[in-house]
């Protein structure tokens, strides 16, 4: 990366240490909430959660190399910040599929279960690579036109991720309405909150679409663009909004609904002794 110039400002230590002590504190939350809950399918969210903290420990140690950058501080914080909410997103994708199956309501989703978590990891994967294989080719660049090359290839994992991201809100919002319109004999019993939690899901997918959205504007701008000259965006439309996802998660966790478990009550009807099922959510247990 000869004459490629890593920061067109002096990165904040101050900015850089704060993050990598929320993501710290973020991923001490989620895995004892993991264990605790048994929610081993939230592990995805952890290792974003570990990505995140990883990168902007990264970004610390290149803003204390200032003005003297060193090539694998900057690859580093820039490939595990670009990454961490692909590990995010994963994590949303399975939580939807398992809360549709949950809510017996498989025939009001626009895909159906057995292929929605594969469908969205899928295009989770191909963003993954694309922005992950993009970063690669930028810290081993050599010329502009394998500067620009990399960079492109960045543009289209972003791309991958918006696209996707985008049809999952859609799906999110058709299942969400149609469940409204006609609910599940499910959906009317269980007592564990999930609508709220699909909420939590319309919030959490926004902000991590409003960064990708922005991650597309920087890379799309290039290196003199003005996102990448102000430092402020990064930690503004990136950092901050995947902070209140970690946080989010952490008060709202999916454990509260999905890991949901049978009770039983008695008819209040007199006369009537027998038995009816109602579905109870608990956060520390596993069916």
């Given at each position: 990366m000869a004459g490629y110039l890593y920061y067109h400002y002096n990165p904040s230590v101050a900015g850089a240490v704060i993050f990598a002590v929320l993501f710290t504190v973020a991923s001490g939350r989620h895995l004892q909430q993991i264990i605790q809950s048994r929610s081993w399918f939230f592990i995805p969210f952890l290792i974003g959660?570990?990505?995140?903290?990883?990168?902007?420990?990264?970004?610390?140690?290149?803003?204390?190399?200032?003005?003297?950058?060193?090539?694998?501080?900057?690859?580093?914080?820039?490939?595990?910040?670009?990454?961490?909410?692909?590990?995010?997103?994963?994590?949303?994708?399975?939580?939807?599929?398992?809360?549709?199956?949950?809510?017996?309501?498989?025939?009001?989703?626009?895909?159906?279960?057995?292929?929605?978590?594969?469908?969205?990891?899928?295009?989770?994967?191909?963003?993954?690579?694309?922005?992950?294989?993009?970063?690669?080719?930028?810290?081993?660049?050599?010329?502009?036109?394998?500067?620009?090359?990399?960079?492109?290839?960045?543009?289209?994992?972003?791309?991958?991720?918006?696209?996707?991201?985008?049809?999952?809100?859609?799906?999110?919002?058709?299942?969400?309405?149609?469940?409204?319109?006609?609910?599940?004999?499910?959906?009317?019993?269980?007592?564990?909150?999930?609508?709220?939690?699909i909420w939590v899901l319309y919030g959490t997918s926004l902000f991590i679409m409003i960064r990708s959205v922005f991650r597309m504007a920087e890379y799309a701008q290039g290196n003199d663009g003005s996102l990448l000259q102000t430092e402020i965006y990064i930690y503004v439309l990136d950092a901050l909004l995947m902070v209140f996802v970690a946080i989010i998660f952490a008060i709202y966790h999916p454990s509260e609904v999905l890991n949901a478990v049978v009770v039983y009550h008695q008819n209040s009807f007199p006369g009537e002794n027998d038995a009816y099922p109602m579905v109870k959510g608990n956060g520390f247990h596993q069916t």
């Open positions: 959660c570990l990505v995140e903290a990883g990168g902007y420990v990264a970004r610390l140690l290149s803003a204390k190399q200032t003005p003297n950058w060193t090539l694998m501080p900057y690859i580093l914080q820039s490939i595990m910040t670009l990454l961490g909410p692909t590990f995010f997103a994963a994590s949303i994708y399975m939580v939807l599929g398992r809360l549709i199956r949950l809510l017996e309501a498989d025939r009001y989703s626009l895909i159906r279960t057995r292929w929605l978590t594969k469908f969205f990891l899928l295009g989770d994967i191909l963003s993954f690579f694309g922005q992950g294989g993009g970063g690669g080719m930028l810290a081993t660049a050599k010329t502009p036109s394998s500067q620009s090359l990399g960079n492109n290839v960045i543009l289209l994992g972003l791309a991958i991720q918006v696209l996707f991201f985008g049809f999952f809100m859609v799906v999110t919002l058709v299942f969400h309405v149609r469940l409204m319109r006609r609910p599940t004999q499910k959906s009317m019993a269980i007592s564990a909150p999930w609508h709220r939690f």
